[in-house]
């Protein structure tokens, strides 16, 4: 019996039962959320047949030696969707191909055919590419160009036949987005 003349209240009305109880409740919480994350964001693999990529190395090497021998020089503008680029003194002979690949993320990956606009003007359309780092690969069958593209700080791109510069080594590359008519 209870001298104190007060009464026991039930475990639930009770505060040390909740505060026990929320440290697990909020580690089951965070592991359901963890679990969303990781299926909602597949990774997958960067490159689905590594081995014949290495193995095309070489091949890919001597594109970008012919686009240094050649002098091959572009620029790349981007707005409203679209991409233009401009070929320097080495006026493209055939159908250009354009690759911007994101470094983690290949389902984000677009290539698109460029189609002539002009003597040494290409144009093509584009899907909405997020902020970030892209890997900007143009080829034609003899040479290939690649540099890395920083969007959206970066309205002009000048990717020429010498060895690419990292992203943020030349600021002066960065100019005004080019304006569709």
């Known amino acids: 019996m209870n001298t104190d ?25 965070a592991s359901l959320i ?7 964001s597949d990774d997958g693999l960067v490159i689905d047949d590594y081995y014949k ?20 020089e572009a620029q790349l503008y981007l707005a409203d969707g679209r991409v233009r680029v401009v070929l320097g003194t080495a006026a493209g002979r055939g159908a250009l191909t354009l690759r911007l690949v994101h470094p ?3 389902g984000m ?8 606009a002009g003597p040494g003007v290409y144009e093509g359309r584009l899907q909405p590419l997020r902020p970030g780092r892209w890997h900007v690969v143009l080829e034609e069958r003899d040479w290939r160009l690649a540099g890395d593209w920083m969007l959206p700080a970066a ?18 590359k960065e100019g005004k987005p080019w304006q569709s008519d």
Do not use: H
């Not at 963890?34 to 909602?40: M, S």
């Not at 309205?155 to 002066?172: C, E, F, I």
């Open 34 to 40: 963890t679990a969303w994350l990781a299926i909602r």
């Open 5 to 29: 003349g007060m009464r026991a209240q039930p475990w639930y009305r009770e505060r040390w039962p909740w505060i026990l109880m929320a440290g697990p409740a909020i580690v089951v919480v």
């Open 104 to 106: 983690t993320r290949a």
């Open 155 to 172: 309205g002009v791109l000048t990717l020429s036949g010498r060895l690419p510069l990292p992203a943020d080594a030349d600021k002066a």
């Open 53 to 72: 990529q290495g193995l095309a190395i070489n091949q890919t090497l001597s594109r970008s030696d012919a686009a240094e021998r050649l002098g091959v």
């Open 109 to 116: 990956d677009q290539s698109l055919n460029l189609a002539a």
